[in-house]
């Protein structure tokens, strides 16, 4: 099946730093979401991208879609203490399925 | 804000036991996912539906696990008998039928243990 390859596994950063992970694809995706996910808790969607070399933010966070459509980064600016969980991206390849990385777990020292 | 709604939270079983997992999607949201996440993964696609109907249950153990959406709106997930390796986090996600947008809403989840 579909492999997603997400990196680093985990990072463990100054509060203040700016954080960046990225995640890259055997194929071809359309789509490109960025996840937060607390312990004992759901995924919350965090970023959606739908074209190749789209560029967005949310607050601290921005994220952009690969000009090859194979990848995609996440960065986190001035992080803060609760920027702390497990960051997660997904691509969809074809009608509404999602492929989730592996995830890259966010520590925080303050 | 409008939020998937899941329950149980946890749910703790023994082995060969039925468990069944119940989701309510967001109003309006007629996709609906069943995931599993076991711990240090992220989550594999169990079944997706599309209002009453299964679009995509190719990943679904159907030997021992069993999903409806009987009215299009919430849904069930059963496993009977349960087993050992079933043990992880069941999530629920919905989506509105858009082909350009593919925004999935996650519900809390239910931790399920079996013994």
């Known amino acids: 099946g579909q492999q997603l390859n997400q990196s680093p596994q985990s990072m463990f950063i100054q509060e203040g730093e700016d954080v960046s992970m990225n995640c890259t694809s055997s194929s071809i995706f359309n789509t490109w979401l960025w996840y937060k996910q607390d312990p004992g808790e759901g995924p919350v969607l965090l970023i959606a991208l739908y ?12 994220a952009q879609f690969g000009i090859t459509r194979k990848d995609s980064f996440l960065n986190i600016s001035a992080s803060i203490p609760s920027d702390v969980g497990i960051y997660f991206c997904a691509g969809d390849e074809y009608g509404n399925k999602l492929v989730f990385g592996a995830g890259t777990i966010l520590r925080v020292k303050s | 804000e409008a939020e998937v709604a899941q329950s149980p939270r946890y749910k703790i079983t023994e082995k060969s036991q039925a468990v069944a997992f ?9 996709t609906l996912y069943w995931y599993r996440q076991i711990l240090g993964q992220g989550p594999e696609l169990l079944v997706q539906f599309q209002d009453e109907s299964v679009v995509d249950d190719s990943q679904l153990p159907k030997d021992r696990f069993s999903a409806e959406r009987l009215k299009g709106v919430d849904s069930t997930l059963k496993i009977q008998p349960a087993e050992l390796g079933d043990s992880a986090m069941y999530l629920c996600a919905s989506s509105r039928l858009r082909a350009d947008r593919d925004e999935q809403f996650f519900g809390p989840g239910t931790r399920l243990t079996v013994l």
């Open chain 1, 51 to 62: 074209k190749a070399g789209e560029l967005t933010s949310n607050g601290r966070l921005t």
């Open chain 2, 22 to 30: 119940w989701c309510d999607p967001i109003s309006g949201h007629a």
